[in-house]
């Protein structure tokens, strides 16, 4: 059966009333009925487009925008769904990673979800450009005798409404997906079929089977009059007054070639950018002026800067892998001439493009190309989606990697897609829970073990303060960002990082990311054996960061490399990887990255270079946040020289006092 037959097929009987989510656009008649439907569930309504800026849960998309922090995004999403808010969401107006988390989170919290859309889009398309334009967006322009004539003999911007139908119509098409995947049944209505039904009969027929999904049924006599009241107020009665805007007749003919909404999915594509391995010539490379989603065939405006250094030949040029687009390359970049005065070209290191993807094309390349015909590959946009947990590794690999802090369990899915075994740290016994119902398979394979624990310097149990807002914050040290804003604290066991190697055996590496736990997690190594200790272990910077990385340095670890975190800063994967299985990987902000011989091979550091850089980048952070900007934050890797011999690399800035 289709995921429509699918979605359509409700049970006639009584059903629990849910909390409901309405999909839709605008100007497609949500307002209306969410205002009927929600009044009917008796439960409480939020604002219509809850998450555009200014309304409820906008702070929401604010720190989304500026922080592109995905974990964060997802506890956010999963508060507002457990809640049972009822909500009406356009799509249209927020960034998709917005709807890509409310429909997870709602699909876990059991939401019922109906999607509203337009097949009229000529309609649609004229009523909200008019909106637009008058600032009247509801029935009062029936009775406004003020308006203004003028604004009809206004030319229709039709390219920019031919690519706004493009991309709201495939990111409806998306969000049905996605609750599909996540095992939901939507329901789909059209505005013509509700508010345009000539006598009410196919209205009638469309809402009773919605009405009895939502368990919203009440017994036909009183459903008929509630449906009356739907149909009889939602259509505004406008369409001929804004048909004569000039351009009317071409924007219908451009619409005829525009895919509709379609439940079984739709052509757009989410996209995140990768950087590509370093090289000698580049100093720094970095898009910042993208779309949120691709669609291919329509043509969008790609923009950033590369910074070339001194060892760069003269006459280099920038292209698009697989576009005829030329690439402006010259113009003037005042921030990098400031960050990078090394640089050949920083003062002029903007570049900008204009380019589309055909149907079909993966990706799209920004190579540097040489007077010799030598092209370097700098930045790959390529299409972003949220981790499919049925593709992670079964292939059988003896290595072990610890996940300590596992969150929302991005790293350990990572991890597990390139074929290591996976021990997952998990204090919150929610976070664990949902991990273990997420990845229940590779449980099943024996390829992860989920420990519901906090690291700590002892074994026992411990007071851990959650914080219910950003659950990434939470910690054993009440004193950290786990008390910024709603905590509570609980009780959970605990044990030292020696006794879970004891228990597991030697990992390869050990990713830890435990907001201030990291120097009592180390700390417990130092009673093992050199042969008991991991390779590879990474710790996020915190104040105690120089008791931390003494000890690392004490216990044998001589190699370090820092690496800035958030998916915007994380450096490019090398083609293929080096670490485990070759399993091509787009970093969201709640993972960590490329570890081992996946990191820059010459970002290799001793402990004097690596203590200079952690206190530079200290400054970094405390100018950004001087400045009202996100401060950011940074991990350190640490390799002993065993895994450096083995692996070729040699380490630079070893001499000297620490």
Same mark, same amino acid.
């Given at each position: ?38 009044? *009917? ?12 800026? +200014? ?128 095992? %939901? ?204 947990? +049925? ?125 201030? +736990? ?65 399993? *091509? ?30 206190? %530079? ?42």
């Amino acid at each position: 059966m289709s995921a429509r037959g699918k979605a359509m097929s409700v049970c006639a009987s009584t059903i629990e009333v849910k909390p409901i989510i309405i999909w839709t656009l605008q100007r497609t008649g949500g307002t209306n009925l969410a205002r009927h439907l929600f009044g *009917r569930t008796g439960r409480p309504a939020t604002q219509h487009e809850p998450f555009n800026r +200014g309304r409820i849960y906008g702070p929401v998309t604010e720190h989304w925008i500026s922080e592109r922090d995905r974990a964060a995004l997802d506890v956010a999403m999963t508060k507002i769904c457990n809640s049972g808010a009822l909500i009406k969401h356009c799509v249209e107006t927020v960034p998709w990673e917005i709807s890509e988390a409310l429909a997870a989170a709602a699909s876990r919290a059991g939401y019922g979800h109906l999607f509203l859309y337009r097949n009229a889009s000529l309609d649609r398309l004229l009523s909200l450009h008019y909106a637009k334009l008058s600032g009247i967006w509801g029935p009062e322009f029936q009775n406004n005798a003020a308006l203004d004539e003028k604004i009809f003999s206004q030319p229709l911007p039709v390219e920019e409404l031919v690519s706004h139908e493009r991309r709201a119509n495939g990111m409806l098409s998306m969000a049905w997906r996605c609750l599909v995947e996540q095992g %939901a049944t939507p329901m789909a209505l059209a505005y013509e079929d509700i508010y345009q039904a000539g006598d009410g009969s196919e209205a009638r027929h469309r809402l009773a089977p919605v009405l009895r999904a939502l368990g919203l049924a009440n017994g036909e006599a009183d459903d008929s009059a509630f449906i009356e009241q739907i149909i009889g107020s939602g259509d505004q009665g406008t369409r001929e007054s804004y048909r004569s805007f000039p351009g009317v007749a071409e924007l219908r003919k451009r619409l005829g070639a525009v895919p509709r909404f379609a439940p079984e999915g739709g052509g757009c594509m989410p996209v995140a950018m990768l950087r590509c391995a370093s090289h000698p010539w580049v100093l720094h490379a970095a898009v910042d002026v993208a779309p949120d989603l691709i669609i291919p065939g329509e043509t969008f405006d790609l923009g950033g800067v590369v910074v070339l250094t001194r060892e760069a030949p003269a006459g280099c040029t920038l292209e698009i892998d697989g576009s005829a687009s030329s690439v402006h390359w010259d113009m003037p970049s005042p921030r990098m001439a400031r960050d990078y005065p090394a640089g050949a070209n920083a003062a002029a290191a903007r570049f900008q493009a204009r380019i589309a993807l055909a149907p079909g094309q993966p990706a799209a390349r920004v190579l540097l190309r040489a007077p010799d015909g030598t092209t370097v590959p700098l930045l790959e946009l390529v299409p972003q989606r949220a981790p499919d947990y +049925g593709e992670v590794s079964t292939e059988t690999e003896d290595r072990l990697i610890f996940d300590v802090g596992a969150n929302d369990g991005s790293d350990s899915w990572y991890y597990l897609s390139k074929g290591f075994r996976v021990v997952a740290v998990e204090a919150i016994p929610a976070l664990a829970d949902a991990l273990g119902g997420t990845l229940a398979a590779q449980i099943d394979a024996g390829r992860l073990v989920i420990e519901r624990q906090a690291i700590a310097d002892a074994d026992g149990e411990v007071a851990f303060t959650i914080n219910e807002d950003w659950t990434e914050w939470s910690s054993l040290f009440s004193a950290s960002k786990a008390s910024a804003g709603k905590a509570t604290e609980i009780t959970v066991p605990a044990c030292t990082l020696a006794g879970l190697i004891a228990r597991h055996g030697v990992p390869y590496y050990v990713k830890i990311d435990i907001e201030g +736990g990291e120097l009592a997690a180390v700390r417990s190594l130092a009673t093992l054996a050199p042969e008991q200790l991991p390779p590879l272990i990474s710790v996020e910077i915190n104040p105690w960061w120089p008791q931390v990385l003494e000890r690392l340095r004490a216990m044998g670890y001589v190699g370090f490399q820092m690496s800035r975190q958030g998916a915007a800063h994380l450096p490019g994967l090398p083609s293929p990887s080096r670490e485990g299985l070759d399993r *091509r990987t787009v970093f969201n902000s709640s993972m960590s990255g490329p570890f081992g011989r996946d990191l820059p091979v010459g970002g290799w550091v001793g402990i004097v270079e690596m203590v200079r850089q952690v206190m %530079a980048a200290q400054a970094e952070m405390d100018a950004r946040r001087k400045a009202g900007d996100a401060p950011g934050w940074y991990d350190v890797h640490a390799a002993r020289q065993e895994w450096l011999d083995a692996s070729g690399i040699a380490v630079a800035n070893t001499e000297g006092p620490s």
